[in-house]
Antibody, heavy 121, light 109 residues
Framework: EVQLVESGGGLVQPGGSLRLSCAASGYTFSSFAMSWVRQAPGKGLERVSSITHTGDKSFYADSVKGRFTISRDNSKNTLDLQMNSLRAEDTAVYYC??????????????WGQGTLVTVSS | EIVLTQSPGTLSLSPGERATLSCRASQSVSNSFLAWYQQKPGQAPRLLIYGASSRATGIPDRFSGSGSGTDFTLIISRLEPEDFAVYYCQQYDYSLQFTFGPGTKVDIK
């Protein structure tokens, strides 16, 4: 069974840093690209960052570029998101999501339960 | 970046009724890269439809997706109590870039 379990969320002051982690199990982690998607309270879904299955390329939303860094460790089956210079507008539930690509089809099929990040003084 | 618009914002229906949800893209989207997700309060989104019309594993056949180009539709043929939720469409264009629509809330009339 595929499982994605996020951790590392919490309360942080504006300008502070936080590191989120996602532990993957139940599948060959190194074969799949991964993404972080967030959802501000009462709002919709927003792409934050993605990384290729090998970790050689990463992509960011303009809203977090230069502040957030995505990384993965395929030997440990973990995905991380280092968040620096946090702002109030970064307050959200952050989801770890697996991308599935087969036969020209692409979709995000498994989601973690999410971890809440609150940026407030 | 492709922008997705969903309508209506809220759909108020009774159990047993048919729900028709629309997703419109600012430019053409490949059917292979259009998906729908369901989200209930306090839960993570769940994949419903991929490839515009294929149901994900375990999704009942009252859910169906259709469309092409810039116009896509999700239909719930007969609403069950557990179907009242928010539905998002999503498109993928390139380099792991993807966007979501703002969502349609289906609530009980």
């Amino acid at each position: 069974e595929v499982q994605l379990v996020e951790s590392g969320g919490g309360l942080v002051q504006p300008g502070g840093s936080l590191r989120l982690s996602c532990a993957a199990s139940g599948y060959t982690f190194s074969s799949f690209a991964m993404s972080w998607v967030r959802q501000a309270p009462g709002k919709g879904l927003e792409r934050v960052s993605s990384i290729t299955h090998t970790g050689d390329k990463s992509f960011y939303a303009d809203s977090v570029k230069g502040r957030f860094t995505i990384s993965r460790d395929n030997s440990k089956n973990t995905l991380d998101l280092q968040m620096n210079s946090l702002r109030a507008e970064d307050t959200a539930v952050y989801y770890c999501v697996r991308r599935y690509w087969i036969n020209g089809l692409c979709y995000w099929d498994y989601w973690g339960q999410g971890t809440l990040v609150t940026v407030s003084s | 970046e492709i922008v997705l618009t969903q309508s209506p914002g809220t759909l108020s229906l009774s159990p047993g009724e048919r729900a028709t949800l629309s997703c419109r893209a600012s430019q053409s989207v490949s059917n292979s890269f259009l998906a729908w997700y369901q989200q209930k309060p306090g839960q993570a989104p769940r994949l419903l439809i991929y490839g515009a019309s294929s149901r994900a594993t375990g999704i009942p056949d009252r859910f169906s997706g259709s469309g092409s180009g810039t116009d896509f539709t999700l239909i719930i043929s007969r609403l069950e109590p557990e179907d009242f939720a928010v539905y998002y469409c999503q498109q993928y264009d390139y380099s792991l870039q993807f966007t979501f629509g703002p969502g349609t809330k289906v609530d009980i009339k």
